[in-house]
């Protein structure tokens, strides 16, 4: 059983600054690409910001310059730093990744934490 569990999310002004983390937990092997997707209320999903175990990132180009992702490979652990933000980035944020366990791989998703920024 694998579980992404995110936390950090909440309330900020325009212009404000937060910081979400996931953790993932369960009989993983590794983790090829872990990263954010975000859905705002009647839009599709979206990729967010993703890092690979080697570390090369990849951004969604509206947060290019204000986002920062980054991750702990001996923790299974990713952080997406937040600056700058904007009430256009107001979403539920999912944490992805793509998981190999000891007999299988595949893609897993948290529960999903709301950002909310006021005006």
């Known amino acids: 059983q694998v579980r992404l569990v995110e936390s950090g999310g909440g309330l900020v002004q325009a212009g404000g600054s937060l910081r979400l983390s996931c953790a993932a937990s369960?009989?993983?092997?590794?983790?090829?690409?872990i990263g954010w997707y975000r859905q705002a209320p009647g839009k599709e999903r979206e990729l967010v910001a993703s890092?690979?175990?080697?570390?090369?990132?990849n951004y969604a180009d509206s947060v290019k310059g204000r986002f920062t992702i980054s991750r702990e490979n001996d923790k299974n652990t990713v952080d997406l730093q937040m600056n700058s933000l904007k009430p256009e980035d107001t979403a539920v944020y999912y944490c992805?990744?793509?998981?190999?366990?000891?007999?299988?791989?595949?893609?897993?998703w948290g529960q999903g934490i709301q950002v909310t920024v006021s005006s």
């Open positions: 992805n990744a793509e998981i190999y366990l000891v007999i299988t791989h595949g893609g897993y």
């Open positions: 369960g009989s993983i092997s590794s983790i090829k690409v």
């Open positions: 890092i690979t175990r080697s570390g090369r990132t």
